[in-house]
């Protein structure tokens, strides 16, 4: 389960840190998603790369992600076969060029069951469309649509 936030206003409020450190602003980067805000494609490695040999995170588990939407703003949650776990999936919006958004596949614990699912928070209004990211095939391999202070759900193919 994802615990929306419905926002006040377009900025995220400051919530205490995970770790106790200092305020940490909710938003997409709890999810493990952010963006690149230039045109030129590069490589990067995270915690949880899988060519690197890193671990991901571990599990989350119910409410522990927050989504911050409201307004034109909304969020979506990518359910995936467990094969997808620790791939990158990449988001834009539709028609338009792949930027990199992107957040990693990872295990949710929940009260039922254990699900494996990508999270994008911070999406405005629109269709998107996705795929696994450096895929060098440009077609994408899903398609939803995000309305403003809702949380779309969907199933990734396979």
Known sequence: MVVAHLRDSARPSPVPHPDGHGPHRHGAHDLGT??????????????????????????????????DIGGSIG????????SMLGNEIEIRASGTAWRG????????????????????????????????????????????VVEGG???QAEWPG
């Not at 890193?54 to 927050?66: D, H, I």
Request: proline share 10%; no cysteine; aromatic share 6%.
């Open 150 to 152: 809702r949380v779309v």
């Open 75 to 82: 969020g979506a949650v990518v359910f995936t076969p467990p």
């Open 101 to 144: 958004r992107h957040t990693a596949v990872r295990e949710r614990q929940l009260p039922d069951a254990v699900r494996y699912a990508g999270l994008f928070g911070s999406l405005e209004a629109g269709p998107y469309e996705l795929r696994v990211k450096g895929d060098p095939d440009d077609h994408p391999v899903l398609h939803l």
């Open 34 to 67: 952010h963006d690149h805000d230039h045109d030129h494609d590069h490589e990067h490695e995270h915690a949880y790369d899988r060519a690197g040999g890193e671990q991901l995170p571990p599990p989350s588990t119910e409410a522990s992600v927050v989504m």
